[in-house]
């Protein structure tokens, strides 16, 4: 079983930055593919923004250039920078992690893009 803490989200106004992040319980490096997935009422999940085991990263077209995702070895962590906000990137956002075949999830955490 793997554990995924997540933190950061918030409430920022339009054109802002957020920083999410999301430790696992086991080795980055055991993960072939960690991700941040997000969600909006009414609407689907979606992959936002994820990292493969050597680093390959892939965004969602519509944050391309906006996100960044990376990540810090020593600290285990998975970090997904958001600038220029926009209120249509209001949604809960998802850590998960595929380890073996096996996806994982985090509890989600709550960003709001509003004036």
């Known amino acids: 079983q793997v554990q995924l803490v997540e933190s950061g989200g918030g409430l920022v106004q339009p054109g802002g930055s957020l920083n999410l992040s999301c430790a696992p319980s086991?080795?980055?490096?055991?993960?072939?593919?960690i991700c941040w997935y997000r969600q909006a009422p009414g609407k689907k999940r979606e992959l936002v923004a994820g990292?493969?085991?050597?680093?390959?990263?892939q965004y969602l077209d519509s944050v391309k250039g906006r996100f960044i995702a990376s990540r810090d070895i020593a600290e285990n962590t998975m970090y997904l920078r958001m600038n220029s906000l926009k209120p249509e990137d209001t949604a809960v956002y998802y850590c998960n992690a595929n380890v073996r075949d096996v996806d994982y999830w985090g509890q989600g955490t709550q960003v709001t893009v509003s004036s």
């Open positions: 086991t080795s980055i490096f055991s993960i072939n593919f």
């Open positions: 990292m493969r085991r050597w680093g390959r990263e």
